[in-house]
């Protein structure tokens, strides 16, 4: 509990030992407290500050000591450059309690109107079972996490990640699927990249029955690329016109309209023209439903939103791409395959890393970084929770009620125009006849898909139709509540050859866990292998693993808010409106922008959008030929990607020995370009932990050649308060929410990277082909993801932590990020080469830990000491990244004095432990460095060889005896894994491994 000032009447002994266990005293009896101390506890108690903030008052002074400054105020006056100190406070809200935070947002949540949406394209209702809503969802164990990069310590959120892609890979009938992607028109658009790739033609073609967001995202992305795109009817086009011409083609089955049909002959009739074949997919359709893999589909892609995943506004939820073996080193994202470790036990590890951006950069496959792990590990429950037969039985469910609603319509004079189907009709009427189904559909609080034009209304039925609910949608389409003859039988899928007869997920984990007990049992099992902020600290350079409260969590929810489609009428999600106009507000005050825009769905969407917000603008003006990005060469990999992405060439900006951007490599590489230059992306503060003395002239130097200046918001966290991007130089620049603003990262996903820009360019800032917003389509770069807003529904969550912290509370969230990252660096620099410093010796929120020299002369390397960090029970750093043999530490915030000393402690005992193989007592191919981490089973062996002891290998310190995190395996063969690709459990059984 909380280290209170105790007077007592009696022996100190008496009193119980209050910080690790509570017992009932009368406070009468036994103790007293000071009015003093009761009116601080009371006070401070009702901050979420003090929550949100590791370090007490006492341990920011011991750390300001260490540092050897006098305030917070000295530490950023060494820290920040003066010229573009923000001196202001924050036009931001007072704070409010946690009590009155979570009333307001029910009151705002109350002004959505929960209509029973029935619009579908791409999002549907569903129920999430409640123990994947208690057990995952709502579990730091799994929202805390980070990307599985660190193998042995991550090997719970793996394997589910590893049945999501055996669970794609089934149900599509494609060999390979990855971890998940950003949704289904990213994926789409993802797709048709993968075609352009491997058969490197620059045409694609687009069915005019795609949902139109999938479409519009598409387009857009063709445009950034200079691939032609077209939209075309691709069953009664000749195809023989685009012979030899044609990378790809992308149609929808079921279509957007709900009718299903067979493709195999047009994707035979395009194979032999060289393309190939896409097709956006429905993962519950496809338990009864051909699956597209059958019928000669390449590439799958689609959502598992309605795999138990709220529809939230638009957000966020898991996309998929599943693609044939021969296409798998080009598929975009992650993948988990299973590997081996040195003990040759199976384990899984992230596969292909080589393709990712931090290695390729431009070249890579895709600018993906996060995705949707959080949700996909949803999905995957969702479907171990009601195994094949349960998944048939709810697609079986929505397709008979589809059916009885569609014979009904027909049996009151209007006309359904599918053929088959599956869960959505095309109903054909009167004007008069849509004006009074849309009226009745009104008074029963339903939402129905409507059509341009007078002719046709939609309607999508999902697993949370009751028979109430179909009562109504019959009363709806037939002014009746009789129960009117069928005239017309329709033909349903299990008439038809379109019925699948292939077996749905026939593996065990789909099978065996359907008692809560024993589904219980299994996701506790997993949770236990896995590594998450609730274990300890995850000081990742540039990834700010801060606290995600549980009260900005709690919101996300509320049906008020999780059960929202995100094109309802703006008069239906007045409460979301008003979460994204306060937010918006927040953020421009907080980044010096004139406005934001919330539809990317990630950080390298912000970035693509940002860009192509500048692409446009500078078409505009009519200067297209500006198409040069000058990067820094150490920025995040994630920027020459996303460059690439909006059709921009990268040309890259040395750095200088202390980390700043070289100033004479740049201007002749503003000169060189001066014509041509477009843009300059810089992070900051830089990648390198330094915030830059020369970043105004920098800006200065861009906009005098023409160019426009984006600012990467990674490192927002170090200046929130104390400097704005857009006050000093800046011209748009994304943030990630899952850094600075609390989004939890979910082991990989979600994240939200909304871009802020100055006024110039906000003609240019995304717009959506369905929901209107205040954007003009005519102007704007088009479409980036599905949904308007992006995945607004965790969007509550950053709008929750602004709240919460209040401007001052914001401002000394950063100021601690800077101060505990020094406090840090000072521990170890006697110990470590520091690699880069600021002006007056200082650095920002992160520091580089230089391992070179010690690689060179001892052999242990940046991975050896992020292995050896296990056995400590904690998680690595950044590791050799934005420098290689380098670890970048960024403790944030949120952690408290005593775990930065731990961690220290446990870096300068892994020093001395190189130290000893320096000085032969131990040899340089087996050492606790090189042979980290040590798993239980292998301090367990009945023979030991090692030259060092068990204790000493599992137990290097004494506290770690009293906190001990176990890594699961010993260390993961990553050569092994990409060698032998093994991505699904039908691999393994394919492969006969046990």
Not at 124 to 149: D, F, K
Not at 638 to 659: K, M, R, W
Request: proline share 5%; hydrophobic share 35%.
């Amino acid at each position: 509990l909380l280290n209170f000032q105790y007077k007592t009447y009696s022996k100190p002994k008496m009193l119980p030992r209050l910080s690790r266990t509570f017992y009932n005293i009368s406070l009468k009896r036994h103790t007293y407290l000071t009015t003093s101390v009761v009116t601080n506890f009371t006070s401070s108690n009702k901050s979420f500050v003090r929550r949100h903030i590791g370090p007490r008052e006492n341990e920011i002074q011991a750390m300001l000591d260490t540092c050897g400054v006098s305030s917070m105020k000295n530490l950023i006056e060494k820290t920040i450059p003066k010229q573009i100190h923000f001196t202001e406070p924050l036009n931001i809200p007072r704070p409010l309690t946690e009590a009155e935070l979570l009333a307001l947002v029910r009151e705002i949540g109350n002004t959505n109107k929960q209509f029973r949406s029935y619009i579908g394209m791409g999002y549907y209702g569903c129920h999430i079972p409640s123990p994947i809503l208690r057990n995952v969802l709502e579990n730091p164990a799994w929202y805390t996490p980070y990307t599985p990069y660190q193998a042995e310590i991550s090997q719970g959120r793996m394997e589910a990640l590893f049945n999501f892609q055996s669970m794609v890979a089934n149900l599509t009938a494609l060999d390979v699927a990855n971890a998940s992607m950003l949704d289904e028109a990213t994926a789409a658009a993802e797709g048709m990249g993968l075609c352009v790739r491997h058969t490197k033609k620059r045409v694609f073609l687009i069915d005019e029955l795609c949902h139109p967001q999938t479409i519009a995202t598409v387009t857009t992305r063709a445009n950034g690329l200079r691939i032609k795109s077209e939209i075309v009817d691709l069953f009664n086009i000749d195809t023989d016109m685009y012979k030899d011409t044609v990378a790809g083609v992308l149609l929808q089955c079921p279509d957007t309209q709900g009718s299903v049909v067979d493709v195999t002959t047009l994707t035979n009739k395009l194979h032999k023209q060289g393309a190939l074949v896409v097709a956006a997919t429905d993962l519950l359709a496809l338990t009864i439903l051909k699956p597209v893999g059958e019928m000669g589909v390449d590439i799958a892609v689609g959502s598992s939103q309605r795999f138990g995943v709220p529809m939230g506004y638009g957000g966020p939820h898991a996309g998929f791409i599943a693609v044939k073996r021969n296409l798998v080193r080009n598929i975009p994202g992650r993948l988990i395959g299973l590997s081996r470790d040195t003990e040759g036990n199976p384990v899984y590890r992230l596969t292909l890393q080589a393709r990712e951006q931090h290695i390729k950069k431009d070249k890579a496959t895709s600018n993906i970084c996060t995705a949707q792990a959080l949700l996909a590990n949803v999905a995957s429950f969702y479907a171990v929770y009601h195994g094949p037969q349960g998944l048939k039985d709810i697609a079986g469910d929505v397709h008979y009620k589809t059916a009885e609603l569609a014979s009904t319509i027909q049996g009151a004079g209007m006309v359904v125009k599918n053929k088959f189907f599956f869960d959505t009709l095309l109903v054909e009427c009167t004007p008069a006849e849509r004006r009074d189904v849309l009226s009745r559909a009104s008074q029963r609080e339903i939402n129905l898909r409507v059509y341009p034009g007078e002719e046709y209304l939609g309607v999508s039925l999902d697993e949370t139709v009751s028979q109430q609910d179909l009562s109504d949608l019959k009363f709806v389409f037939t002014g009746s509540h009789e129960v009117i003859p069928y005239v017309t039988v329709i033909r349903n899928l299990h008439d038809s050859k379109l019925a699948r007869d292939s077996p749905v997920l026939p593996y065990p984990v789909f099978t065996d866990y359907h008692s809560e007990t024993s589904f219980m049992r299994y996701v506790r099992e997993l949770e236990l292998l896995d590594y998450g902020l609730c274990n300890s600290m995850i000081p990742l350079g540039s990834c700010t693993m801060k606290l995600n409260a549980a009260t900005e969590m709690i919101p996300i929810t509320y049906p008020q808010f999780a059960n929202i489609h995100p094109f309802v009428p703006f008069n239906q999600a007045a409460g979301y409106q008003r979460i994204l106009n306060e937010l918006g507000n927040d953020l421009v005050n907080i980044t010096g922008y004139d406005k934001i825009s919330f539809q990317p769905n990630s950080g390298s969407q912000g970035e693509y959008a940002g860009l192509l917000a500048v692409r446009k603008y500078l078409e505009g003006m009519g200067e297209g030929q500006r198409t040069v990005c000058l990067i820094p060469s150490s920025a995040h990999g994630t920027n020459p990607a996303s460059s690439q992405l909006a059709g921009l060439e990268t040309v890259y900006i040395n750095s200088t020995d202390v980390g700043s951007v070289d100033l004479d490599d740049m201007k002749r590489k503003v000169d060189t370009y001066s014509d041509r230059l477009a843009v300059a992306m810089f992070t900051y503060p830089s990648t390198n932990g330094v915030f830059d003395e020369s970043i105004s002239d920098m800006c200065g130097m861009i906009h005098s050649a023409g160019g426009q200046v984006y600012i990467d918001g990674a490192n927002l966290n170090a200046q929130v308060g104390l400097a704005r991007p857009g006050d000093y130089g800046g011209d748009v620049s994304h943030f990630n929410l899952h850094k600075t603003f609390c989004i939890p990262h979910g082991g990989g996903g979600p994240g939200m990277g909304p871009i802020g820009v100055k006024k110039h360019l906000i003609p240019y800032l995304p717009s959506h082909p369905i929901v209107e917003t205040d954007i003009d389509a005519t102007r704007s770069q088009g479409t980036i993801s599905g949904a308007p807003f992006g995945s607004s529904l965790i969007l509550l969550i950053t709008w929750a932590y602004i709240r919460l912290m209040g401007p001052e509370g914001l401002k000394q969230a950063s100021l601690v990020a800077n101060l505990s990252c020094n406090y840090m660096r000072i521990r170890l620099e006697e110990h470590y080469k520091i690699l880069f410093h600021g002006t007056h010796g200082f650095t920002a929120h992160e520091v580089l830990l230089d391992l070179r020299s010690l690689h060179k002369d001892s052999g242990v390397d940046a991975t050896d000491v992020a292995k050896r960090l296990q056995d400590y029970g904690f998680h690595a750093p950044t590791m050799h990244w934005p420098v290689h043999d380098n670890l970048m530490i960024e403790p944030t915030e949120s952690e408290d004095k005593q775990e930065m000393d731990r961690y220290c402690d446990a870096l300068i005992q892994i020093r001395k432990e190189i130290d000893e193989v320096l000085d032969k007592e131990y040899p340089i191919d087996d050492n606790v460095l090189k042979n980290a981490p040590h798993s239980i089973a292998r301090l367990l062996e009945d023979e030991w060889t090692h030259p060092y002891t068990r204790e000493k290998a599992g137990f290097p310190l004494p506290w770690v005896t009293q906190r001990k995190f176990w890594p699961n395996c010993s260390r993961v063969d990553d050569l092994y894994g990409d060698k032998n690709l093994i991505l699904t459990l039908q691999d393994i059984i394919n492969s006969k491994t046990q």
